[in-house]
């Protein structure tokens, strides 16, 4: 009897319209979880990766109005041991840029030493003139002075509808002169009085070298990179050499950041230790802890979301119950004979049991296609969309990117696919029960 409720199955998949809608049902449900599992998933690994990117794997910085002098001596310690790949100091500050009359932005101010960033963090990936090059320089071009790289939204904002720049109306700003303001925290004269500190404001004039476009919203809007050697005259004229604040190292590929963390602290104690009284205030992190709480309620988001949505999908459980117990009731001829040609009561409820797994499996299978289907061109409907009708559904400025994260969730899509089944099964519990108890010679004496 097993080979007849199979071939029974695929006649009533094939045949019957309302399967077909409750397929549909399965479908469009597991669709919605996929692709919100998948977003919010990708986003969140988007959020990691980016600050891994672009800060390393592990970041050292001492305590607020504290400086890292000879660090270079810091950076060959930690370049010597096997588990450090690279290692670059960072000064970092904010200010004010006047990039052209009328046009000042604040913006975070970051002294880098280009040969060491490059090896931290690929910066050469985001710039517009000297992407793809062998050699990155702050004056690519020759043209004397002191170059920098400025943040593609500190030059322009995005249009309102697309949300790209006008890369040729940003590239007028390559080769112009603009104004740094800035400052720093200096002790101040015994006239002074009770004050023992005082504001101290510098200015930079620097020619924009190369522009900058991470992709990153908060870091294509503020930042502006400058010579470290350069920010560090400016702001301390009185100390004989560059200092630093922050140590950005990458690790080397394969080496667990608890192990890496652990190497870096041991090297920070040994180098500051007999230089700097501060020494243990300085924190040293992961650039994944350093995001772990923001990551946290992400999390939570999406707990919350696929909960809703789940509980809104519980309602094929219901449609499978209600498609079910009308096919008992159209069919019951169907049921009549198959028992009186020796089928039991547990091969009647298995027919329908099957009936629902197989229904939930196809639902199922269709919906993770098409999930997977939205999400991998989830960027190019957005666009459409965008066009069609004016509206923008995914901004830069409210979700860090640029690009919606667009890798599939399959660790989800498995127990989608697995609760999509169960659920089928469920709603076809009942019917498939009130299907073998039917009583054949009542149903069919009057045949």
Known sequence: MKHVSVFLCGRYLRRRRMMLLSITAVALSCALLLITASLFTGFITAVETSTTRHLGDIVLEAPSGQLITEFPALIESLESAAAVKAAAAVLKNQGLLLAAPGQVRPVRVWGIQLPQRLAVSPLQDSLLIQKGKNTVSFDPQNLGGLGGFVGIGVLTEPDEKTDEYNIAEVSRYVGQRMTLTT??????????????????????????????????????????????????????????????????????????????????????????????????????????????????????????LLLVFGLV???????????????????????????????????????????????????????????????????????????????????????????????????????????????????????????????????????
């Open 313 to 447: 999908s519980l309602s094929v459980v219901l449609l499978v119950f209600c498609i079910f117990s009308l096919l008992v009731i159209t069919k019951q001829k169907d049921i009549a004979i198959l028992k009186s040609c020796g089928a039991g009561a547990g091969d009647v409820a298995g027919l329908f049991l099957i009936f629902g797994f197989l229904n939930g499996l196809a639902g199922a299978g269709l919906g993770i296609l098409m999930g997977w289907f939205i999400t991998v061109n989830i960027n190019p409907i957005e666009h459409q969309i965008s066009r069609l009708f004016g509206l923008k559904i995914w901004k830069a400025g409210v979700y860090m990117f640029t690009q919606i994260p667009n890798t599939v969730d399959w660790p989800a899509a498995g127990w989608i696919l697995l609760a999509a089944v169960l659920a089928s099964v469920a709603g076809a519990l009942l019917p498939a029960m009130r299907a073998a108890c039917i009583q054949p010679v009542r149903l069919l004496r009057y045949e």
């Open 183 to 304: 400052g720093s925290i200096q002790p101040s004269d015994e006239a002074a009085g009770s004050q023992n500190i005082r504001f101290q404001r510098r200015v930079l004039h620097f020619t924009c070298t190369d522009i900058m476009q991470t992709g990153v919203w908060d870091l294509d809007e503020q930042n502006v990179f400058v010579p470290l050697e350069a920010l560090s005259a400016l702001l301390y004229p009185d100390l004989p050499e560059p200092v630093a604040d922050i140590i950005q190292i990458r690790l080397e590929d394969g080496v667990p950041d608890e192990v890496g963390l652990a190497i870096v602290q041991g090297i920070w104690e040994n180098f500051a230790g007999p230089r700097f009284l501060w020494a243990h205030l300085a924190s040293i992190e992961t650039s994944r802890h350093l995001q772990a709480r923001l990551i946290a309620e992400y999390r939570k988001q999406m707990g919350v």
